[in-house]
């Protein structure tokens, strides 16, 4: 079961202290007892913004290894159609709301599996809001 569909931008204020909250936790806790579903490129997204705090050393390898573990633990599922929808429903999104086929995935998920998004970014949330996609904002 899933709760909801966690953005990237939510998962890394759990890594860094500095993006750390109160709304971030909540949904820490809500991703551990109701799950998370997330679009195929999630992990690539995660990956990529830690090994390049590495490089800014913002963290070491042992945190970003460490960080890495924890969210394995997670009930955080991954949607296996995001590929299928990319060229069509998600472009057709992305152009219409002026984002990033990145972000776009995120609200193509969450509207076709009638599920609030958690999101930091504020495009984001924009646009899930003039797509009447709930929005969980962190």
């Known amino acids: 079961m899933s709760g909801l569909v966690l953005d990237c ?7 860094f202290d ?16 109701e799950g998370a ?4 490129l999630w992990h690539l997204e995660v990956a990529n ?7 800014r050393k913002r963290l070491t390898r042992d945190e970003l290894a460490t960080f890495l573990a924890l969210l394995a633990q997670l009930p955080i599922m991954i949607d296996d159609e995001t ?5 069509h429903e998600i472009s057709d999104i992305a152009r219409s709301e002026g984002l990033s086929a990145y972000d776009a995935a995120y609200l193509e998920l969450a509207a076709r599996r009638a599920l609030p998004l958690a999101t930091k970014d504020r495009a984001l ?11 969980v904002l962190v």
């Open 83 to 87: 590929a299928r929808r990319a060229w």
């Open 125 to 135: 949330s924009d646009a899930a809001a003039r797509l009447g996609i709930v929005r």
């Open 9 to 15: 931008s939510v998962a890394l204020t759990w890594c």
């Open 18 to 33: 500095d993006e750390a909250s109160a709304e971030g936790d909540v949904v820490l806790d809500r991703v551990r007892d």
């Open 49 to 55: 913004v830690l090994v390049q705090a590495e490089r």
């Open 37 to 40: 579903l997330v679009p195929a």
